[in-house]
């Protein structure tokens, strides 16, 4: 049955794209439509398809009975956070463009919008999570009378306008704990690559520097290492940290970032130890030996500065894998501990209300807010990461 | 053909040495558990008799090395030992050593096998999409339909498995009741219903891995189209298409495959989060459930199955771009 309905959609839209092309090289004649070739007419009309789909949705979403509204609920929030970010980051990089210093805005000139969106978001996230207490209206632990209220502070709906997006199981204000999130889930994953950077970094260069036999040994130890799964392998050791911690669980916490960290520095030694290999061989590192420089002159004056843009672009990459694979143990139960609110934690927690989403669409999106919370992040950092890649790379065809 | 075969046989002899060698590793990790498994299955108020008989039960009074050569011999052979959570329950019922265990084997069987079945269909829906996407964006590159596509796969690859998995159950189950939620399989079960069962975390894997293979196999046919043969095939006359597909595609297929093999190397560690959400009865969550109540053999074997699986697609992804280098494939 759908299988029918699939087909003759896409006859029609196959038959509108020929109609279109048709038209077009009736009335207009211009050459781009006399090349134009049929699987590109339908392209046309398939984005023409989906966009009325969208639009009709959302049409459906604000003026359609109550009964069917509220199926369209999270279709509305998804379109028109689209276009807000769009929008967001349109505002941002054209901000950008006129304010600064001619530098800052050649940079901003050349920047696709997601970049600038990707760059907006960070700013955001760096700003709540250093200013978490201030912003949140409530402790992140901090039980309050009313347990379940529902998101949207409507009272007719079940809400309170006291807690704009509601409260949990056990009463703790949602949105207190989304922004103390940010400080907990960033701010590990942010301490959890900067330690694997450090450690995976260091040992890389003095890899690349010294080589011989420490090269070997770390070389081979690493390949090891990276044989086993990440996660698996940081689920397998946090199972034993788990038994070392007993019931001390911001030990737990602790050990997970000292853990993830270990994991994830292989993958920077690998960088780094390419990355200074590629430079040990340069000539001025050959003089910089000659006049007797020491092995931290070589490694921090010589060699960083000089791979500073490839370790930058897998810093953010890093950073993005790590905040996942913190937000997947949290998820999964063993990450960051209760009492400090994290958004894997809170995905887990409040997974539930998902089910009501047909008839309460406030009430399921708790869930979807921290889940989203996480997606948004990595999204803008892969957006700024990838721009920088391909800046750098100056691939242009 | 004698080089390929001894790069092969290199490759093949240093995947086994290095899944040698990350057994010894994981079996390392876990000996390094404190206290004792017997004294801490019974609790502080076992009697010494007791904790001896279990460490006679699970072996634990032989030297750590013996062990290793028990265990790895013993999982070479597909046995596993058995299960600390059923140990537990015959030490306390006084039965005799050994019977009354379930076995680490017996357990991961059946869940294997679901696993496997997931992965396959996602692999299935996965690969074609994919190439097929990597293809129609290469041919219309840098227009509108690539820029969305791009945007959309790297929003796909960048969010949690959680996100997307409640963003298809939220569309696909709750708000448009078409398929299940939860996928309970067991035996006995119909194929067309097992699908549809599996359908919703299959999905699930086929957008995280979808998105890096049609990305790969785009950069992969975007690196070739400024070579001379291409210009020629161009300045012939051929239709773009034609282009790609005849003369771009088959010399980019050695990234092409080794990308599909590393994320379908990928899918056998990413089906961890997805079973757990889905409660799809497969190894990931058998292996969760083990972790979080140290169930120390279980979470050893699923480990060393996981590693397997893992090293196994690497180096068939590392002897298939061998294979497909005509360099190496005819040698002069």
């Known amino acids: 049955m759908i299988l029918a309905y699939l087909l003759i959609g896409f006859l029609g839209l196959l038959f509108l794209g020929w109609a279109l092309r048709a038209a077009g090289r009736g009335l207009i004649g211009s050459p781009y439509f006399r090349d134009m070739g049929l699987s590109v007419a339908f392209g046309y009309m398939l984005a023409v398809a989906l966009v009325a789909l969208l639009a009709w949705g959302y049409w459906l979403s604000r003026f359609a009975p109550p009964e069917i509204a509220p199926r369209y609920f999270f279709l509305r929030i998804a379109i028109e956070g689209l276009v807000l970010f769009a929008l967001a980051g349109w505002l941002f990089r054209a901000l950008g463009r006129t304010l600064g210093t001619a530098g800052s805005r050649k940079v901003f000139r050349a920047m696709p919008v997601t970049a600038a969106f990707g760059i907006l978001v960070i700013l955001l996230y760096a700003i709540v999570a250093i200013f978490a207490p201030l912003l949140a209206p409530y402790g992140q632990d901090q039980v309050l009378a009313t347990a379940n209220v529902v998101p949207g502070g409507d009272p007719a709906l079940g809400g309170n306008p006291d807690f704009p997006l509601g409260t949990d199981q056990i009463g703790r204000d949602i949105l207190s704990r989304l922004i103390f999130g940010a400080q907990n889930t960033v701010g590990f994953a942010f301490v959890t690559t900067c330690l694997a950077f450090l450690l995976g970094g260091t040992l890389g260069f003095l890899a690349a520097v010294l080589g011989g036999w420490l090269d070997q040994l770390l070389s081979r130890f690493v390949d090891v290492l990276m044989a086993i799964p990440s996660l698996i392998f940081a689920l397998l050791l946090m199972a034993i940290a788990s038994a070392w911690a007993g019931s001390e669980r911001w030990l737990l916490t602790l050990y997970m970032v000292v853990i993830i960290a270990v994991i994830d520095s292989t993958r920077v030694y690998r960088l780094s130890r390419a990355v200074g290999q590629n430079i040990v061989v340069m000539d001025y590192i050959e003089a910089a030996k000659l006049r007797g420089e020491g092995l931290g002159y070589l490694i921090f004056k010589e060699i960083l500065p000089n791979a500073y843009a490839p370790l930058l672009a897998e810093f953010g990459l890093r950073f993005c894998f790590v905040f996942l694979t913190i937000a997947a143990l949290s998820f999964l139960g063993v990450g960051i501990q209760p009492p400090l609110a994290d958004w894997g934690t809170m995905v887990r927690d409040l997974a539930a209300f998902i089910n009501y989403a047909a008839f309460a669409p406030q009430a399921a999106s708790p869930p979807l807010l921290a889940a989203g919370a996480i997606a948004l992040l990595t999204v803008a950092v892969n957006f700024v990461v990838d721009w920088m890649l391909y800046s750098s790379s100056g691939l242009k065809e | ?332």
């Not at chain 2, 053909?1 to 390392?28: D, E, H, N, Y």
């Not at chain 2, 219903?193 to 919703?200: A, D, N, P, Q, Y």
């Not at chain 2, 980019?252 to 093999?261: G, H, K, R, T, Y």
């Open chain 2, 1 to 332: 053909m004698g080089t390929v075969a001894k790069i092969i046989a290199q490759r093949l002899g240093l995947g086994i040495l290095t899944l040698f060698i990350v057994s010894i590793v994981i079996f390392t990790a876990v000996n390094m558990l404190p206290g004792d498994f017997a004294e801490s299955i019974l609790g502080q108020g076992a009697t010494p008799e007791a904790v001896a008989a279990i460490r006679r039960d699970l072996g634990l009074d032989q030297s750590p090395v013996s062990r290793y050569f028990d265990w790895l011999g013993g999982a070479v052979r597909g046995d596993f030992g058995s299960s600390f959570a059923q140990a537990n329950f015959a030490s306390f019922t006084g039965s005799d050593s050994g019977s009354g265990l379930t076995s680490v084997a017996q357990q991961i069987a059946p869940r294997f096998a679901n696993t496997m079945f997931l992965a396959s269909v996602a692999a299935i829906i996965a690969v074609p999409l994919s190439l097929t996407l990597g293809v129609l964006a290469a041919l219309f590159r840098n227009s509108v339909f690539d820029r969305v596509v791009n945007i959309a796969t790297l929003s796909s690859i960048s969010s949690p498995e959680f996100f997307l998995a409640y963003v298809l159950i939220l569309v696909f189950a709750v708000l448009n009741p078409w398929l299940p939620s939860l996928s309970n399989i067991y035996e006995g079960m119909s194929f067309p219903e097992r699908l549809e069962k599996t359908l919703l975390p299959a999905l699930t894997l086929t957008l995280v891995v979808t998105a890096h293979m049609m990305r790969m196999t785009r950069a992969a046919i975007i690196n070739l189209l400024a070579s001379p043969y291409i210009e020629m095939a161009r300045l012939k006359g051929l239709s773009p298409m034609r282009v790609i597909l005849r003369h771009a595609l088959p010399n980019a297929l050695a990234p092409i495959v080794n990308v599909v093999a590393l994320n379908l190397a990928y899918l056998i560690t990413g089906v961890v989060v997805v079973e757990v959400v889905f409660v799809y009865p497969g190894i990931g969550q058998l292996f969760v459930d083990s972790v979080k109540i140290r169930d120390i053999p279980v979470v050893q074997a699923c480990c060393l199955i996981f590693a397997a699986a893992y090293i196994l697609l690497n180096l068939t992804a590392d002897i298939l771009s061998i294979l497909s280098n005509p360099r190496l494939r005819h040698p002069r």
